[in-house]
């Protein structure tokens, strides 16, 4: 049962993110559709997606949070 979770688990002990910032970035992706309702451009929901994610590293450069894209 967890051999099917073994990379999620790896990428977890290595790239740890408390469970309130990560809470808050998937309230604010939640958030990020309903702002922009009728809009038919993906393009435009990912960059206010990564300019939302910007943002608290502008305002608060002493809390890093790393991410990883890609495998």
Do not use: W
């Not at 099917?4 to 992706?29: D, V």
Request: net charge positive; charged share 25%.
């Amino acid at each position: 049962m967890l051999s099917n979770y073994f990379e999620e688990i790896i990428a977890h002990a290595t790239n740890h993110m408390p469970k309130g910032k990560m809470k808050g970035i998937n309230n604010k992706t939640k958030l990020i559709p309903r702002q922009a309702y009728g809009l038919s451009d993906d393009h435009y929901f990912f960059l206010r997606l990564f300019d939302v994610s910007r943002n608290d590293y502008i305002r608060n450069p002493s809390h890093k949070v790393r991410f990883v894209i890609g495998p």
